[in-house]
């Protein structure tokens, strides 16, 4: 629904904008109506003259429907129709009517609330309502004015005369001239008198009929009505209205004019068999002949270097003649290129061209130009003179017609420069894909390099051309090497290769191109010792283009460099071309050092084939298709790409652990190895340990696999062997060690019995025994004890490995405390000292560790001799090992008897000398073999000895 607004501060004409303009861009009206000149009244009064409802709501109700949009408050005085009417006739055509009258944006009223308010018409009395609707509408409720449409049947009673109707209309116009207010007067043409109409016309500026809105030329003002000089201001009226009519005629004929030149120039332009020059001349003269001119042209203008070329005209002038050229500043045209804009001379002298060459020697008195802005080309006038004065000035309709003229040259002639540009651009990208063409066809460097330098000098007219490029040798180092055309390689073989001087560098950094039309005027020229320019006895060069060889990774390959011994040779196509010729060159380039290196990669590749016992195979990016493969007999060769290997060559059964791995080194981009089955060429199942290397190209991205393929069928054969020779080994060694549990179980009975019958034999016989017999039943029971000893030290070394106990972290410091205490009976008796360094902390079985130490250390002190034994233990870490010894004093071993005191039951010395089982240090090799160390023993007959072994620092595997 409409808002309340703002209100109007535009003086005299305040319902301008929402009347008059509002019905000027409503669809359902028509006429452009403009404001009446020399009157002072309001533009919003509107008189509707109609002949049935319809007609007379198709322009009511939208007039109401503008007003609720712009905020104003709407009042309806309903007559002809009845308020019900009314209201469904503004709801059919889209006006929210429940809340325009809920908000007192719309009121609907009769005749007897307005204009018989007092019981009769009282002109004095609605002239005050309506003044006082205003009042509260604006200053009380903020509504932007006040819009009226007021259905004008009441008047036709008896009661209220003709004259009184026409008075208070033509009150009207003069009371709310200052204020916002727009008021639509219904006139039913088929009830009112049409001495009445005639008279209705003559009060309302503005007429609205048939859904037209148009001014009133009927419109009498109130004062000439009602005024004292009536006759004399009505003849003023009508000589008035004549003269405007007869204008309006002149007016109308120069229209027709203009749209028959409008129409004309659509003819010429929509020409399509009118050739382009053609076409310009039938518009100049199309021109000269609408503005009544002789003289018609364009001319090419450069303000910067003040310069006026003629190039077309229309006419015979002495001195406007195409080719001909004269100062800017000595032309009116001069005045577009200063502004732009549309420029009229029609008083040379008054406007300052008295004394220029257009005036003092062209004569031209009249000038029409306008400036035309040519993209990618010079700027020019379009213009028209004549060597007569014109009186009158240009119209509009000339000044735009002139305009659209300029406009259509102005699209031509950009049209034609980009064709031109277009045809240009052709060429060159016809001439730079021939030359690629041919290029990239061409392998080798040293050709490829000359067939460049061939193609540029011969394309750029030089008179020489030269190309020096960077080579890789085969130790990396770079140097560079330099073709020639146009001239012999004499005209340069005395001369040192160029170096990054101020004219060379931008090119071999590869920072852009350099083209000179006169490269000794340049500053950059001279600056360099020790020539400050070129050598005595080069080819002369003044023109000079030289464009850097960039490949896509941003290397510079090296330059192309043109000479001419004359100025201004190289255009601006010259260098596109040979920018474009360079980019094909260093691609070109980039593929012949491909080409070599994948040649070479090839040859290494056959050089490894052939000196390689192994498989070696090719894969792609993907291992989506095997491209090569030479299996020396193991596998059948492949010699053209396939993608079924998977199929030919792996076992059925490693398929699928083939891909996982495979898919896996492509996901990472890292190495491939497996050992997998493979199907041999005589058809038989075989065993290859396969390795793939990715080859990445300067993106990271993958390329291609080199791998090879090793048979290890044999080795297989010989691990399956061996992994069952160790089934029965450890067999073997579960059943011996399970007899020798049971033995040493079973030999503990007899031999108890043995050593208490023997025990009993000399309790109770012992008088009757002689010497030798004691003696004998000593040595009885002394076997029987070592023997118990030997089975118990069996029993214990059976035991070693059959705890399922996992390694822990042992603290060795603790281990050899607890070795320590369990020896202490022996270290008091032998008065032995034990020492140690502070020990690490391992991975290891803590029982099986304290026995190690206890074994060392009991050993240490049984074999220390005459002397206390001194025993220390130390600890060193080695790679990832630590190295445990434990060092003596004692009688020390030969050196040759090293490995075999590790033996079970093997002594160096008879019980009689020292005791013992001779299965300690056998423990002590099982334990540390169980640990994943090794044992052994560095020392000298009466030296001491020094017992070491080895314990992993991170956790490990328990041996078995």
């Known amino acids: 629904m409409s808002q309340q607004g703002e209100r109007s501060d535009q003086p005299g004409t305040p319902g301008l904008e929402s009347g008059l303009e509002a019905l000027r861009q409503s669809p359902e009206f028509r006429g452009p109506v403009?404001?009446?000149?020399g009157h002072d009244h309001a533009n919003d009064h509107f008189a509707l003259i109609y002949k049935n409802r319809d007609e007379q709501f198709a322009a009511a109700i939208p007039f109401i429907r503008q007003g609720l949009e712009q905020g104003e408050r709407c009042l309806y005085v309903a007559d002809d129709n009845s308020k019900a009417e009314v209201l469904e006739a503004m709801r059919a055509r889209g006006i929210d009517v429940d809340g325009a009258l809920d908000?007192?944006?719309?009121?609907?009223?009769?005749?007897?609330?307005?204009?018989?308010?007092?019981?009769?018409?009282?002109?004095?009395?609605?002239?005050?309502?309506?003044?006082?609707?205003?009042?509260?509408?604006?200053?009380?409720?903020?509504?932007?004015?006040?819009?009226?449409?007021?259905?004008?049947?009441?008047?036709?009673?008896e009661n209220t005369s003709?004259?009184?109707?026409?008075?208070?209309?033509?009150?009207?116009?003069?009371l709310f001239q200052n204020e916002d207010y727009t008021v639509m007067c219904q006139y039913n043409r088929e009830r009112f008198p049409p001495e009445v109409l005639e008279d209705v016309i003559q009060t309302h500026p503005l007429l609205i009929h048939d859904n037209v809105i148009s001014h009133n030329v009927y419109y009498t003002p109130p004062e000439e009505v009602f005024g004292p000089e009536q006759p004399a201001d009505r003849v003023d009226r009508m000589m008035g209205t004549l003269r405007e009519r007869t204008e309006a005629k002149t007016e109308l004929q120069r229209s027709k004019e203009h749209e028959q030149a409008q129409q004309r120039l659509y003819e010429i332009v929509a020409d399509s068999d009118l050739p382009f020059d053609d076409k310009l001349q039938a518009v100049l003269e199309l021109g000269c002949e609408r503005f009544d001119l002789e003289y018609g042209g364009i001319a090419r203008i450069d303000p910067a270097t003040?310069?006026?070329?003629?190039?077309?005209?229309?006419?015979?002038?002495?001195?406007?003649?195409?080719?001909?050229?004269?100062?800017?500043?000595?032309?009116?045209?001069?005045?577009?290129?200063?502004d732009g804009e549309t420029a009229v001379v029609t008083d040379p002298v008054s406007e300052g061209f008295e004394g220029k060459l257009c005036y003092e020697r062209f004569g031209v008195q009249t000038y029409l130009g306008t400036r035309l802005e040519v993209d990618g080309d010079d700027d020019r006038t379009f213009f028209f003179a004549s060597n007569e004065p014109r009186e009158e000035g240009f119209s509009e309709a000339e000044r735009t017609f002139h305009h659209l003229m300029g406009q259509w040259v102005e699209y031509e002639l950009e049209r034609r420069q980009a064709a031109e540009a277009l045809r240009e651009q052709t060429h060159t990208l016809e001439t730079i894909n021939q030359v690629g063409n041919s290029l990239a066809a061409e392998l080798d460097l040293e050709n490829l390099v000359q067939k460049v330098t061939d193609a540029g000098t011969e394309i750029t007219g030089a008179e020489f051309g030269a190309f020096f490029y960077n080579v890789i040798d085969d130790q990396g180092e770079s140097y560079t090497l330099y073709t020639l055309s146009g001239v012999p390689d004499e005209a340069f073989e005395d001369f040192p290769m160029p170096r990054n001087t101020e004219v060379f560098g931008p090119t071999f950094?590869?920072?852009?191109?350099?083209?000179?039309?006169?490269?000794?005027?340049?500053?950059?020229?001279?600056?360099?010792a020790p020539y400050n320019g070129m050598p005595e006895g080069h080819l002369p060069v003044c023109s000079y283009l030289a464009v850097p060889v960039i490949s896509n990774s941003g290397e510079v390959h090296g330059g192309l460099f043109f000479g001419h011994s004359e100025p201004g040779v190289f255009t601006e196509k010259d260098e596109n071309i040979i920018t474009g010729i360079s980019a094909q060159a260093a691609v070109a380039i980039d593929n012949a050092r491909l080409y070599e290196t994948a040649r070479e990669s090839?040859?290494?590749?056959?050089?490894?084939?052939?000196?390689?016992?192994?498989?070696?195979?090719?894969?792609?990016?993907?291992?989506?298709?095997?491209?090569?493969?030479?299996?020396?007999?193991?596998?059948?060769?492949?010699?053209e790409p396939t993608s079924d290997w998977l199929d030919k060559y792996i076992h059925p059964n490693d398929q699928e652990r083939v891909m996982e791995a495979v898919n896996e080194a492509v996901r990472t981009k890292s190495t491939f190895e497996l050992e997998h089955r493979v199907e041999q060429v005589d058809g038989s199942l075989g065993w290859s340990f396969t390795r793939a290397v990715p080859m990445l190209n300067e993106d990271g991205d993958i390329e291609e696999w080199i791998g090879m393929a090793s048979d290890v069928t044999e080795r297989k054969r010989r691990q399956q062997e061996l992994e069952q020779t160790n089934a029965q080994l450890e067999r073997s060694n579960a059943e011996l060690k399970r007899f020798a549990y049971a033995a040493s179980h079973d030999l503990q009975e007899p031999l108890r019995m043995v050593s208490s019958y023997v025990q009993l034999l000399e309790q109770r016989y012992a008088d009757d025994l002689d010497a030798d017999a004691q003696e004998y039943i000593e040595f009885a029971v002394d076997g029987a004890d070592r023997m118990r000893e030997m089975i118990d030290a069996l029993l214990q070394y059976s035991r070693l490995n059959t705890s399922d106990k996992e390694f822990e972290?042992?603290?060795?410091?603790?281990?050899?405390?607890?070795?320590?205490?369990?020896?202490?009976?022996?270290?008091?008796?032998?008065?032995?000292?034990?020492?140690?360094d502070s020990l690490p902390t391992v991975m290891g079985d803590e029982q099986q560790l304290v026995q190690l130490f206890q074994n060392l250390l009991d050993n240490a002190i049984t074999y220390a001799g005459d002397e206390p034994p001194h025993i220390h233990v130390t600890a060193e870490k080695q790679n990832d090992e630590w190295v445990l010894s434990v060092q003596d004093n004692g009688i020390g071993i030969g050196?040759?008897?090293?490995?075999?005191?590790?033996?079970?039951?093997?002594?160096?010395?008879?019980?009689?000398?020292?005791?013992?089982?001779?299965?300690?240090?056998?423990?002590?090799?099982?334990?540390?073999?169980?640990?994943?160390?090794?044992?052994?023993?560095?020392?000298?007959?009466?030296?001491?000895?020094?017992?070491?072994?080895?314990?992993?620092?991170?956790?490990?595997?328990?041996?078995?």
């Open 34 to 37: 403009e404001s009446l000149d």
């Open 103 to 157: 908000s007192g944006a719309l009121s609907v009223h009769t005749e007897a609330d307005t204009y018989r308010r007092t019981g009769t018409f009282n002109q004095d009395a609605i002239l005050e309502f309506w003044e006082d609707s205003l009042t509260e509408a604006t200053d009380e409720d903020g509504y932007t004015g006040i819009r009226a449409a007021t259905e004008m049947t009441w008047a036709l009673d």
């Open 162 to 174: 003709p004259d009184q109707l026409v008075e208070y209309e033509a009150a009207l116009n003069s």
């Open 306 to 338: 003040d310069l006026f070329e003629v190039e077309t005209i229309r006419g015979d002038h002495d001195h406007l003649v195409p080719g001909e050229q004269y100062p800017l500043s000595e032309t009116y045209c001069r005045s577009v290129a200063d």
């Open 509 to 528: 950094h590869g920072e852009g191109v350099v083209r000179s039309d006169d490269i000794t005027n340049d500053p950059r020229y001279g600056n360099n």
């Open 602 to 639: 090839e040859q290494r590749f056959r050089a490894l084939v052939t000196a390689s016992s192994e498989a070696v195979f090719r894969m792609g990016p993907d291992w989506d298709e095997m491209q090569h493969l030479e299996a020396q007999g193991f596998l059948a060769d492949t010699n």
């Open 809 to 836: 972290p042992v603290d060795c410091n603790d281990v050899l405390a607890q070795a320590t205490d369990n020896l202490q009976i022996a270290i008091e008796e032998s008065s032995a000292e034990i020492t140690s």
């Open 895 to 960: 050196s040759e008897k090293a490995e075999e005191i590790f033996e079970v039951f093997n002594r160096l010395h008879t019980t009689d000398e020292y005791a013992g089982t001779g299965i300690g240090l056998a423990l002590c090799q099982r334990i540390v073999d169980i640990h994943n160390g090794r044992i052994w023993v560095e020392s000298e007959l009466g030296e001491g000895s020094t017992f070491s072994f080895t314990v992993p620092e991170k956790k490990a595997s328990k041996s078995a």
